[in-house]
C-alpha cells in the first residue's frame, strides 16, 4: 500500500546504489502488507457467494486511497523542492524516519502486544 511505498522511499533514500535490492524489498513488504490485509478482511466476513467481486472493490479502494495519498505527498515535496533542494532533502529524510518508525510501532503493536495480526 501506500505505507510500502513510504517505507521504501525511506530505504531507497538511505541504499541509493543498491538498485537491485529494490523489487526484493517491494516484494517482501508487498508479501507481508497483504498478509495484514488477509488477516483483516477475514474478520469483515465478506460474502462468500461474492468473494472476488469483494476483493477486488476492497483492493480497488485501497489502491485509489493510496493514489490519492502518494499524489498529494509528491506535490508538496515537489513543492518544497522548487524552494531549496537542502529543504527538500531534510523533509525526505524526515519523512523517512517517521514512516519508518510508524511502521516498527505497528508491527511490534500488532505483533507482539496484540497476539498476532
Do not use: C
Not at 16 to 40: K, P, S
Not at 78 to 98: D, E, F, I, K, P
Request: proline share 1%.
Amino acid at each position: 500500500g501506500a505505507d510500502n511505498i513510504l517505507v521504501l522511499r525511506g530505504a531507497d533514500s538511505r541504499a541509493r546504489e543498491a538498485t537491485d535490492i529494490r523489487a526484493w524489498l517491494a516484494a517482501g513488504f508487498g508479501l507481508i502488507h497483504g498478509f495484514g490485509f488477509a488477516y483483516v478482511l477475514k474478520e469483515f466476513g465478506l460474502p462468500q457467494a461474492a468473494l472476488g467481486w469483494s476483493l477486488f472493490a476492497f483492493n480497488l479502494g485501497v489502491e485509489f486511497g493510496q493514489l490519492l495519498i502518494v499524489g498529494v505527498v509528491a506535490t508538496a515535496l515537489l513543492l518544497v523542492r522548487r524552494q531549496s533542494a537542502a529543504a527538500a532533502h531534510w523533509v525526505t529524510m524526515a519523512g523517512s524516519v517517521a514512516v519508518i518508525l510508524a511502521g516498527l510501532y505497528w508491527f511490534v503493536e500488532r505483533v507482539f502486544l496484540t497476539g498476532g495480526a
